[in-house]
Every structure is written in structure tokens, then in C-alpha cells.
């Protein structure tokens, strides 16, 4: 079992940025493919991005090519997703969540466990 907890949340104008943190304990997820979902008030959590193990393939939902960047740190145990030009809609509690397919990348992952949340909130 995988603990993940992200950090890295708060309240920043529009077009500021973000950098978010995921830290995983437990087990080592190293050879598991990790995604960053967000989950705005009365919508469901969708995908954001995510970045498989075998190859380092990153995915990234229409709304936020070009602005965000998933990363990752198998040695540290750490994933970060940097948000840059933030929008109002980026507005959401964001998640990490781990698949333990190393090979599976964008909508088809699905996390067997996810962190707390941390709270991202832009003002325009």
C-alpha cells in the first residue's frame, strides 16, 4: 500500500503559478504511473496529468497543455505537477493518485490510492 500526501496548495492571482507536491510512503512508487487529478466544488474529479514510470510519458488534459508540467522523482519518492499562468477555473482541490500499472498513461489510469488534496485557489 501506497501513502501519498501533496502539499504545495494556496491562493494565488491569476497568472501566478504553483508548484505541487506529492510525497509517497509505504512502498517506493517508482514502478508505478502517477497522475494529479482536480476536483472542482459539485464536478467530478477529472484528470489533469499524468506520467508513467516505463518511459516517463507524460499526458496532459486539453486545459492545461502548455501551463502545467508533471515531473517526477523516483529516488525522492516524489511527483510534482508546476502550474504556471493560472486561471480561475484551475480552482480546485488537486489530488495525486497512483496506478500500479507502470505502463498506463491518461484516461485509461485509475488510482488504487490517492493523497488528501491540496486546496489551489485563483483569483482574478
Known amino acids: 500500500q501506497v501513502q501519498l500526501v501533496e502539499s504545495g496548495g494556496g491562493l494565488v492571482q491569476a497568472g501566478g503559478s504553483l508548484r505541487l507536491s506529492c510525497a509517497a510512503s509505504g512502498r517506493a512508487f517508482s514502478s508505478y504511473s502517477v497522475g494529479w487529478f482536480r476536483q472542482a466544488p459539485g464536478k467530478e474529479r477529472d484528470l489533469v496529468a499524468s506520467i508513467t514510470w516505463v518511459g516517463s510519458r507524460t499526458y496532459y488534459a486539453d486545459s492545461v497543455k502548455g501551463r502545467f508540467t508533471i515531473s517526477r522523482d523516483n529516488a525522492g519518492n516524489m511527483v510534482y505537477l508546476q502550474m504556471n499562468s493560472l486561471k480561475p477555473e484551475d480552482t480546485a482541490v488537486y489530488y495525486c493518485?497512483?496506478?500500479?500499472?507502470?505502463?498506463?498513461?491518461?484516461?485509461?489510469?485509475?488510482?488504487?490510492?490517492w493523497g488528501q488534496g491540496t486546496q489551489v485557489t485563483v483569483s482574478s
Open positions: 493518485g497512483v496506478d500500479l500499472n507502470p505502463w498506463v498513461a491518461g484516461p485509461q489510469l485509475t488510482p488504487s490510492s
